[in-house]
């Protein structure tokens, strides 16, 4: 990949941007505080914080996207304003934002080159986009054709198009926001190399990433953000992630344990022998069988491919199992519609929020009570009095920080937003929830938040399963960990495991 830059060599670790006294306010909201940020020529900033730390709108701010309220922004020692992410752009300041901006009804080489195609004599040059995404798609070791439609790739597919379309700008700086939330660990190491390759070439990097261990392999210097204020700044050689901990939350910081002290009720989830194929008839899921019983935790682990997205749609009845059953309590629910498993009691939360958890065009309250709706309808009639109760009463719930139920979703924090979509879920009653990467793209505070929320309807009496791509989530929650490689179950674990079996019996390398 070329990069146009200058001598690299004598210039690494100079200030190539510097964010200057940078507040933001939305209304009674202080966003940011007086926040002075730089970002170093030919060097990886990793920028830490919670949900709502202020780190997406100093991002927004650095790429055009939002307007400070205050402050300013030293481009190569000159002030800019940036009137537009296209402004940035063109000033060399790109984005990878952490949900992701595709438009799925595109193949993958219009989305690379969309607003900026590049031109011949008599139209737009298709072959000369094809052949730059195809290196792209090379350089990150993806076999994905350029004509491929976006909405066909899985998600971890999508992030990776969005990131070669960041890295065919070329840019001086680049912000990376939780890139790697939906990638596997030979895709994170893959990007991982492709940074090593940038910044020897004198370009910066902005790295955001809640996979705490995984940030500090890549960053040369550290920054927290906290409530919208820096509250501390090191390089990579004097932190640890007891420093990072500390410096986000206040304090050490674990995601809970099984919840104890109880009793599980009856089987309430059987699976038996459930096979689910690909559209071009490849084994996704081959022949499993698991059952879980009332105020159950079971975790699903297993890295990228080994199924676990396709057993949970299947359950949840979004793909339809070409053979075995699936039990509800004692009724079999194999062949029933999505609508129908949720009235049954099965609800599923969707790997990817943005796209099927959320409406976003929906207020938060209109989000909550989404798929309940049918719960405050008489006579065809909306009783707008008990919709508003249940959404209070789902925001205390689940503990969504927002200004109240008219709210827009897209003003809540990444955490916040996945509170949103497990509230929903909830207020249908269920009597077994799937939760599918419920921590993805959030926040150790906020992953604790989910979790000790997960426990606590556990202590209720309701069944729940949820699956990760990291280990330690395995050993928060979870009273059993079912690892799945290849489609199958590989082993299942009690809650004393060691990490190691764990990600041993998945066929993960163990890199210390």
């Known amino acids: 990949m070329s990069h146009k830059q200058r001598n690299p060599a004598l210039l690494k670790g100079e200030i190539v941007l510097a964010a200057r006294n940078i507040s933001k306010v939305y209304g009674s909201t202080h966003a940011l505080k007086g926040v002075n940020f730089e970002i170093r020529r030919g060097e990886v900033t990793t920028l830490f914080g919670e949900n709502g730390a202020g780190k997406s709108t100093l991002m927004k701010i650095l790429s055009g996207v939002v307007t400070p309220t205050a402050g300013e922004i030293v481009l190569n020692g000159e002030v800019k304003v940036f009137s537009s992410a296209t402004d940035a752009r063109d000033c060399g300041v790109s984005i990878i934002h952490q949900e992701l901006n595709l438009a799925p009804n595109m193949n993958v080489r219009d989305n690379l080159f969309i ?32 004509l491929t439609p976006v909405e066909n790739l899985r998600l971890g597919q999508q992030q990776i198009v969005e990131i070669a379309r960041a890295l065919s700008l070329n840019s001086q700086i680049l912000i990376m926001d939780e890139p790697t939330s939906a990638l596997s660990a030979s895709e994170v190491e893959v990007l991982f190399q492709i940074i090593r390759d940038l910044t020897s070439q004198g370009v910066a990097i902005v790295y955001i990433s809640h996979h705490l261990e995984e940030a500090l392999e890549i960053t040369d210097r550290a920054v927290v953000l906290r409530d919208g204020v820096m509250t501390a700044y090191a390089r990579r050689e004097e ?73 949970l749609e299947c359950v949840a009845g979004r793909l339809r199992q070409s053979d075995g059953t699936i039990r509800l309590l004692q009724d079999d629910v194999s062949r029933l519609s999505i609508a129908d498993r949720i009235a049954a009691g099965l609800a599923l939360v969707p790997e990817d929020r943005q796209r099927d958890g959320l409406v976003q065009t929906m207020s938060v309250g209109q989000n909550l009570t989404l798929a309940s709706i049918g719960a405050f309808v008489r006579r065809g009639v909306l009783s707008g009095r008990r919709e508003k109760a249940r959404v209070e009463a789902s925001i205390r719930d689940v503990t969504v920080k927002t200004a109240g139920g008219e709210a827009a979703i897209g003003s809540l924090s990444g955490g916040n937003q996945q509170k949103v979509v ?30 000790r929320l997960l426990a606590d309807n556990a202590r209720k009496g309701l069944a729940v399963i949820y699956t990760t791509s990291e280990v330690g989530e395995c050993l928060s929650i979870a009273h059993r960990i079912v690892v799945m490689s290849k489609g199958r179950i590989a082993a299942i674990f009690d809650s004393t495991v060691s990490k190691e079996r764990i990600m041993a019996a998945s066929g993960e390398s163990l890199v210390a």
């Open 115 to 146: 607003g900026r195609e590049i031109m011949k004599t008599g139209g737009v040059d298709y072959a000369e986009e094809a052949r730059i995404t195809r290196h792209l798609m090379a350089a990150l070791e993806e076999d994905i054709d350029p």
């Open 239 to 311: 932190i640890d992630l007891e420093w990072i901990v500390r410096n986000m939350v206040g304090d050490h910081f674990d995601l809970g344990s099984p919840p104890a002290g109880y009793d599980f009720g009856p089987v309430a989830l059987t699976l038996d022998q459930i096979s689910v194929k690909s559209k071009t008839g490849i084994t996704l899921v081959d022949n499993l069988s698991l059952s879980v019983r009332e105020g159950e935790i079971v975790c699903i682990y297993g890295l990228m491919g080994a199924g676990r997205t396709e057993l």
């Open 422 to 451: 497990i509230g929903k879920m909830l207020a249908t009653g269920p009597r077994v929830i799937l939760l599918d990467e419920p921590s993805r793209g959030i926040d150790i505070g906020a992953k604790a938040e989910v979790f």
